[in-house]
C-alpha cells in the first residue's frame, strides 16, 4: 500500500491534519502540474475585498480529497461496497477536477484563450498524467468523465453535494471571514448513502442540505459576486483585451514569456490540442506555465505603459482604485450609458471608439440549485426516495434554480 | 457611572470578555433572583441527547446583555439617538427577560404550575426588583411591556430579530455541538438601524436574516423537538403530573421543600399572586426557590417510590432509559395506542386506568416565523421599507409562519 | 464486532462527532454508574468563575474515550502491535478512570466520606461492573492497576501524557473560555511511539510537551487554583463539615436521603466495603446514588436553617456571596487571624469556638510535572531516549515539579 | 473625526470585523505603497511546508492596527489619559511599522539589496509618507523612532509585547494551522497597563507572559525555523547570487524591469537614497515597485535558463523539489561537505568553483526573549515592579534569551 516515506500530513488550517491516502496520490501532489495550482487563486481578485482569500486552488484540491476520504469511509462502514481500486480512482477524480484551471480563470476565459472550459483542459491535462503514470488513472478518468457504471463516484466528484462544493465553499467562507458561508460538511456527510448506485441523502439530513443550499446562495452574493469584486474582475477582462488588441496590432508589450505567448497568439478550441513543431513547447505545456504571477506583474508593468487605456486600467487595478459599479435588476439605458462614456472621453482624451474598455455595462447571473443539472435526492426511512424540491416545503426550490440576472454598469469614479 | 469596583468582565466560552456596563446591572447580576438562574439550565433535559447542552439561563441572560450592547453601538454609532437612561433600561430589560422561568419551564407548565407563563412570572419579579431598587428600573418596565414610544426598544428585547433569539441560538448551537445552527449574529447586529422609531434590517443583511431563519428552523428539528429529547421532556411531564396525583390523595412523597408546596397545593393564575400570610412568605419566594436540582433529586427518590408508575417513569428519567417516540404527520390510531396500553398494562401488571402515564400521544407544533408577530423590515437603499416575506424571493415565509404540526406516540421501549 | 443498533454518534462541542467503538463501550455507556457521571460536574463549583464550566464528567469520559481511539490508532499506524483485546481493555479503562468521584470530589473528600480515593472507589465500582459483565473487564483492571506487562497501555491512562489529562485540560479551558489552556492534543497524539513496552514522544513533538506543561500550569493559576474558587470550595468543605456535627449531635437537618446516610453515619475506609444488611443497600450503592444535586439542594435547604453557621454558610453559597480570601506565600500570623476571628464573632454573634467555620487559613500546592511520578521520555532521531528534564533547555522542570504552597485566609466579606 | 464615506470596515478571518478608526488611516491605507503590501506575504515560502500560509503583510498591518486600538482602548479605560492625536499617531506608527520590507524579505536581505535593513526603509517610506501628507505623520515618526517621552507608545509598536508581535503570533499560527502558536492576545491587552510612561503587565498576567513565550519559541522551531522553509529559503538566497553574478558578467537574464534593475546594479547603504536623474525613478521607487510576483516569475523563467546551477535552483524552487537539509548542534566537518560536492560536481557536470551554489552550510539562530532588548515589566499588586526574569520561576529566562544556534547543511536529494 502505503510506503512509509511518502506518509505524509498535511497541516490544514480548516481541517487540522489531512492524511494522504495512498502513492500514487501523493505523486500526483508532485507533480509540477499540481504544483502549479499553488500559484493559482481560488478566487482570484476576491481578496480586494476580503483580505484573507488568498488560499489557492492547491489548498482546495487536497481539502476536496480530504472529504472524498471522509465520505468514503462513511459510505463504507454504511456497507456499501467500494474496492480498493474505486477508492483511490475517485480520490484521484476529485484531487485533479480542477487541475485545467487558468489564473483569473473566469477572466482569461473571456479574453485570452477563449472557447475552452477548463473542464476540458482538465480532463486534457489528466490523459497527458495518465499516459505519464503508465494508466494508472484509467478508472479516475472514467469516473471524471462519469462513464463508470458506479455514478455515484462520479457524482461525488461532480453534483449537487460533491466534495468539490462542500470544500469550496467551507474554506471560502473561512478564508473571506464570512463566517455565515460555513456549511455543516462533516453532517451533510455523515448523512450521504447509496441507493442503486446514486448518491442520496438520508431524511434527517435534510436541513443540513437546505441550510447548505442558502448558505451557498449567500456566498453567491456577499463573495462570489460582490460588487466590488466583479467590478475589479471587469477591469481585469478589459485590461486583458486590451493588451491582446495591442498585440495584435504588433504595438511592443511587457509581457512574461508565457503570457507573451498567449497575447501575441489566438488561442482557441481549434488549435489548443495542435501538436507543436518539433523542439517546440505544446500549446498545453504553455498553458500550464501560465499563473496568478504572470498577469500581476504584466499589469504592474502594464501602469506605466504609453497606451493610456492600458495604463489606465493596469494602475487602478494594481493601486485598487476601483471603478464604480451600479447594479440593478434592468439593463441600463443607452442614454445613461452614453453621457458617461461622454465625460470619460473628454476626461481622458480617450477616443469614444476606445472608451468601452473604461465605460460598460454587462451582466451576472447566478443559481443556486439546478433542476437540469444532477438533482439531491433525499432517502426516507421507509426507502422511498424524494427529490429535494419536493421533500423541502420552505425552499423555494424554483427560485433557488431560476438564474437571477443582474445588469451592472462600471465607470472610473472620478466622473461624477 | 462606573465604580471600579464593579467594572467586572466575563469569560464566556461563546463571546471571549464581557463587560458588564452599569452598576446597577452588576448589582441586579448578584441578586439572589438572578443567581437562581446558574441553577436552571436552558434546554432542560437536552444534554440527554446532546451532553455539552448543560449552559444556564443565567449564561443566556449575559449573552443576550452583550448582543444587546453590540447593537446599541451600532445604532449609536449610525446617529440614532439613545440616552443614557434608554441604553441602561433596555439592557436591563433583556438581562431580565427570562428571569421567571421556573426549572425545566415547558414540562412544569404543563404539570404544577399551571395558566401562569413564564412571561407574567418575569414581570412580577420585574416589578418586586424595581420595588428593591427603589423604581430604577421603570423604564426597563415599560419598554419590557412595549409601552414605551420608542417601539425599537422593545424590538430589541422581543422581536423577530431580538438579542434573545440571536444569543440563543448561537449559545444552544455552541454547546449542543450542532455547529450548524450557528447565527451570524454579528453581522445581523451590523446592519440594524432604525427609521420611525421601528428596528429595520439594511438591505444588504437580507442573506443574513435568510439564514438565520434557516438555521433556526434547523435548531428546531434537531434540538429543540429532537425526539429523543421530545421523549424526555414528555416522561418529565407525566412524572410530574402522577407525582401531583398522588399528592392530591396524600400518598406520602420525598420532595424537597419548595417542590413540596408545589405539589401539594393547587397553584394558578389566581391565586399565584396572593398575599401570604403574616410569617410565611410569599408564592413568588416560593417559585424563585425552585430550580432544576428540585426536580432531579426528587426524581431520584422517586425512582425507589411504591407507585409502580411513579418509580417506572422516575427510574427510566434518572438512568436515561428513555421510552421509545414515534412520529408522524397524521394522528395516531386509537387501535394502535389500546393495543400498546393493553401490552403494557399486561407488561407491568398496571391498571388501564393509569397506564395513560407509560403510552400516550400528544402532538408538537413550531413556526420559525410569524406573520402575526412583529415583522422584519428591510430597508432598502432608497430608504423604502418592505416586509421581508416579500424581500425574499428564496424563502418561502408563508410556509415558515405556518405551524408545523406533528403527533407523536410514546411508550417504554420493552413493549415491543 | 459492532452492531448496527449500537453503532452510536455523540455530538462533542469540543471535538465534534464521536463514535463508540464497540458493543461493550456503548453498554457501559447506558449503564446507570455510568450515567451517574452526567450529574457531577468536572469542575465543582468553579462555574462561579467561570459561568461556562458546567461541564460534567460523563462528557469528560467519553472526551478521553476519543483521545484513546486516536492515540491506539496512531500507534498502530506506526506499526505496533495492539491487539484487539488490547484495544477494548484500554478504552474501557480510560472510560471509567473517573467512575469513583464523588460529587464535589475534594470538598466531599475532605467532610464526608474520608480517608478513601477516588482511585479506590473507581477500583471498586469497576470490579463489581466487572462482575456483572460476567469478567470482560479483567484485562481492562489489570491495565488500570497497572499489573499488565504492556506499560504504555496503562500510560496512556495514566501518566504524564495521558489522554485523561490531554482531555480535561482541552475540555476545561474549552468550557470555562479560557482559551490560553488549549492543548494541541491532536499533535501531542500524533507525536507518541512506543519504545520498550513504554510510551515515548518523537523528539519533534518536545515543543508541544513543554507547551503543553506551560498550559497546564496556567490552567491551574488561571483555573484550578483560582482564589475565588478557592473560596468557594473551601466555604462548602466547611458547611459539610458544620452539618457533619449537627447530625453527631442529633440535630435535625433537611438531606436528600442518599445524602442523610453519610451525614448520620461515619463512613471511612475500614467499613465502606461492609457488606450490607440482607434487604439493605450497599454503601457502595448509597454513594453511587450521591450527586451535585443531593449537595446543592440541602445547602439550600441549610441556608434558613436555625444553626447561625451553618444558615450563614450556605445562604453564602446559594447566592455566590463568597467569603474574601486573602493569598500569600507565607503562613498567615496567627495574631491578623485571631483579630479577624474576634470581629466575627462580635458581628455574628457566634461562638468564639464556632468561629473557625467562618474565618480559617489553609494551604494548597500544585505541581505540573513529577519527577517521582512517570517521567516523558523523548525518542531522538537516532532511536535514544531522553527524559523530559534533560531535553527540554528552556522549562525549569525542577521548579515545574516542585510543589508551590500558598496560603490562604478566608473570612466573610462585612468584616473589614 | 470620521466622515461617513470612510467608515470603512475589513473582514479579517482571524479577528471579525475590523474598524478603522480614522480617516487619515484609511488614507494610508489606500496609498499605493501599502496597497503593494498586499503582494509580499508574511512569511515567504514558508507555504511550502502550510500551505494555508499565504498571508501578506497587508493583512498583518491591519491586524496590529485592530490590537493597537483595542490595547489603547483598555489603557484608556484604566485612567491613562492618551490624547486624541497620541492615539492617532500610534496607529499609524503600527499601521506602517512594515512597509519597508522587500519580498521574501530575509532572501532578498543576503542577496539583492545590501546592507539596507527593512526597518530603515520602512523610516524613509513613512518620511516620504509624511510629505505627501503634508507633515501629519510628525508624531507617528517621533514614536516609530522612540524620540516621543512617552515610551509606552513605542512600546506598543516595538518591545516584547507589542502589537506587531501580538498580531503576527496569531496569525502566522492560525494561517499555517499550527494550533499551538495561538496567543492570548486579548486577555495579555486587558492586563497592560502603563507606569511611568512604561508599558506594564498586571501581575496576574505572568502565565498569559510565560505562555506567549512559550508559543513563541513553539512557533520559531516549528514554523519560522521548521528545516524545510529553511532550505527553501536557501536555496531562493542562492538562485538570487547567481542570478546576480550572471548579470555582473552580462549574462542575460530575464526579469521583471523592477527586478532588472537590482540585479544590474550595485544597490547598497550608500547609494539607495541617492536623488535620482531628473525624469528617473528614484531608487526607493524602484523598490516599492518590487514584490514577490517579480521573483516568482523571474524564477520560472530562468528555470529553463542555459545556465545549468541557474536552472536546477529555480526549477527546484519552482516545482518544490526542494534540497535535503540536516540540522545539528555542531559545525559540519569540512571533510563531509566537500565529499558531497564533489559528488554533485560529478553528477551535474558542474565545475567545483560554482558547485557551493547547490551544496552549502550555514548557521542559524533564535531567541525567544532578550534582556538587552526592552524588558517585560510585571505590576505587582502592591505597585511595586518586577522584571519577567525574576518574576518567573518556571521560564529559564535566561536560556530563551540566549541565542539558540543551529548549524545546517544543505544539498540536492539525489545525491545519496
Chains 1, 2, 3, 4 share one sequence.
Not at 504584466?298 to 494602475?315: A, F, G, N, P, Q
Request: with cysteine; aromatic share 10%.
Amino acid at each position: 500500500m502505503k510506503t512509509q516515506n511518502k506518509r505524509k500530513i498535511i497541516n490544514d488550517p480548516v481541517y487540522g491534519f489531512i492524511n494522504i491516502p495512498s502513492d500514487i496520490i501523493f505523486d500526483l501532489l508532485e507533480h509540477p502540474f499540481f504544483q502549479r495550482l499553488r500559484r493559482i487563486k481560488q478566487l482570484g481578485l476576491t481578496h480586494f475585498v476580503y483580505p484573507g482569500a488568498l488560499h489557492t486552488r492547491f489548498q482546495h484540491a487536497i481539502g476536496s480529497l480530504h472529504l472524498m476520504t471522509k465520505a468514503l469511509d462513511v459510505l463504507i462502514a454504511k456497507g456499501n461496497n467500494i474496492s480498493h481500486e474505486e477508492y483511490e480512482a475517485v480520490c484521484i477524480a476529485i484531487l485533479l477536477h480542477d487541475i485545467g484551471h487558468a489564473p483569473f480563470s473566469h477572466a482569461l476565459e473571456h479574453s485570452i484563450v477563449k472557447d475552452i472550459s477548463h473542464e476540458e483542459i482538465s480532463l486534457a491535462i489528466m490523459q497527458k498524467l495518465n499516459s505519464n503514470f503508465s494508466g494508472k488513472l484509467d478508472l479516475a478518468l472514467e469516473i471524471f468523465q462519469n462513464n463508470y457504471h458506479r455514478k455515484f463516484l462520479h457524482q461525488l466528484v461532480s453534483g449537487q453535494l460533491d466534495m468539490d462544493r462542500l470544500d469550496y465553499l467551507r474554506r471560502d467562507s473561512f478564508f473571506s471571514g464570512v463566517s455565515e458561508g460555513v456549511v455543516g460538511s462533516e453532517r451533510i456527510i455523515k448523512m450521504l448513502n447509496v441507493i442503486d448506485d446514486e448518491l442520496v441523502v438520508e431524511a434527517k439530513g435534510i436541513y443540513s442540505v437546505e441550510k447548505f443550499l442558502i448558505a451557498r446562495r449567500l456566498m453567491y452574493w456577499q463573495v462570489y459576486l460582490h460588487k466590488t469584486v466583479l467590478s475589479a474582475e471587469s477591469m481585469l477582462i478589459k485590461t486583458l483585451k486590451r493588451a491582446k488588441e495591442l498585440a495584435k496590432n504588433n504595438v511592443e508589450l511587457f509581457a512574461t514569456p508565457s503570457l507573451h505567448f498567449f497575447l501575441y497568439n489566438e488561442i482557441n478550441n481549434s488549435n489548443f490540442y495542435d501538436s507543436p513543431e518539433p523542439g517546440q513547447k505544446s500549446i498545453l505545456d504553455l498553458f500550464t506555465s501560465l499563473d496568478d504571477d504572470d498577469i500581476m506583474v504584466s499589469i504592474k508593468e502594464w501602469s506605466e505603459h504609453s497606451d493610456k487605456v492600458l495604463s489606465l486600467l493596469s494602475k487602478s487595478i494594481l493601486n485598487r482604485k476601483l471603478f464604480r459599479i451600479e447594479i440593478q435588476e434592468e439593463r441600463f439605458r443607452k442614454n445613461k450609458i452614453d453621457k458617461i462614456k461622454a465625460s470619460a472621453s473628454e476626461l481622458y482624451k480617450i477616443n469614444l471608439k476606445k472608451i468601452d474598455y473604461l465605460v460598460f455595462s454587462d451582466s451576472i447571473s447566478n443559481y443556486a440549485y439546478t433542476l437540469e443539472d444532477s438533482q439531491i435526492n433525499i432517502l426516507n426511512k421507509d426507502g422511498s426516495l424524494i427529490e429535494l424540491s419536493e421533500a423541502s416545503d420552505i425552499l423555494n426550490i424554483k427560485i433557488l434554480s431560476k438564474k437571477a440576472k443582474k445588469h451592472f454598469l462600471i465607470y472610473p469614479k472620478d466622473i461624477v
